[in-house]
């Protein structure tokens, strides 16, 4: 099921059987109102479920500090694995894992596979 993205929303996110997947376009900026849009497709996606997400995050110019604390906060995850392939992207993961300390387990993965792997372990306790 794909995302019908909202007028104005940076980024869109999917629902693919049972995993969420949300994505940018390179050179996007995320604000907090973004994330909360984002955030109200998921749960309407997911029919509240807990769901793992996969998250691009390649080629993002910045994502602001309400998004971040929005994308920390309760969503209907059960855990979320962070894709992206620079420094930058390993830095601003790492910012985020440390400042904000999501409420669902978060990883950084510089392969789709690894992620995905990690994604479809068992659930954790």
């Known amino acids: 099921m794909e995302d019908q993205a909202e007028?104005?929303?940076?980024g869109t996110i999917e629902l693919s059987g049972d995993l969420l997947h949300l994505k940018w376009a390179h050179g996007d900026v995320v604000t907090e109102r973004d994330a909360r849009a984002l955030m109200n497709r998921a749960r309407a996606l997911t029919g509240g479920r807990a769901l793992p997400l996969l998250v691009e995050i390649t080629g993002v110019e910045w994502i602001?500090?309400?998004a971040l604390k929005v994308f920390a906060g309760t969503w209907p995850l059960t855990r979320a694995?962070?894709?992206g392939t620079s420094p930058v992207d390993e830095t601003l993961a790492a910012f985020y894992n440390g400042r904000h300390k999501?409420?669902?387990?978060t990883r950084y993965f510089t392969s789709p596979?690894?992620?995905?792997a990690w994604?479809?372990?068992d659930p954790l306790p």
């Open 7 to 10: 007028d104005g929303v940076t």
């Open 64 to 66: 602001d500090q309400g």
């Open 81 to 83: 694995a962070v894709v």
């Open 102 to 105: 999501p409420v669902h387990p």
């Open 113 to 116: 596979d690894e992620a995905m």
């Open 119 to 121: 994604l479809v372990e």
